[in-house]
C-alpha cells in the first residue's frame, strides 16, 4: 500500500514538472530592473518620480514638484528673486 502512494506522488511530482517546462505560466513577469527616474523637487528637495511630478517651466527653464502646493510657492520666491 506504501509503494503504491509513493509511485502516485512520485508520479504526480513527474507530471507537474513536466507541465510546468511544456506549459509556462500565463502571468505577465515582472521586471525588477525597471526603475522610474527621480527627480528633486526645488521647493520642499524631496525626491518624485519624474513621471508622476509636476511639471511646471520657471523663466524658461522646466522643473519638477511633488504638489501644487509646493509649485506655486517655488514660483512666488522666483517671482521674488529669492530662486
Known amino acids: 500500500m506504501i509503494r503504491i502512494i509513493a509511485f502516485a506522488v512520485l508520479v504526480t ?3 507537474l514538472l513536466i507541465r510546468s517546462f511544456f ?3 500565463n502571468q505577465k ?3 525588477p530592473a ?3 527616474e527621480m527627480v528633486k ?4 528637495e524631496t525626491y518624485v518620480p519624474k513621471d508622476a511630478a509636476i511639471v511646471k517651466v ?3 527653464t522646466n522643473h519638477y514638484f ?4 509646493c509649485a506655486e510657492a517655488f514660483s512666488k520666491k522666483a517671482d521674488a528673486g529669492l530662486h
Open 41 to 44: 523637487d526645488p521647493n520642499c
Open 66 to 69: 511633488c504638489s501644487e502646493t
Open 13 to 15: 511530482v513527474f507530471l
Open 58 to 60: 520657471i523663466r524658461g
Open 29 to 31: 513577469k515582472r521586471n
Open 34 to 36: 525597471v526603475i522610474a
Open 23 to 25: 506549459f509556462p505560466s
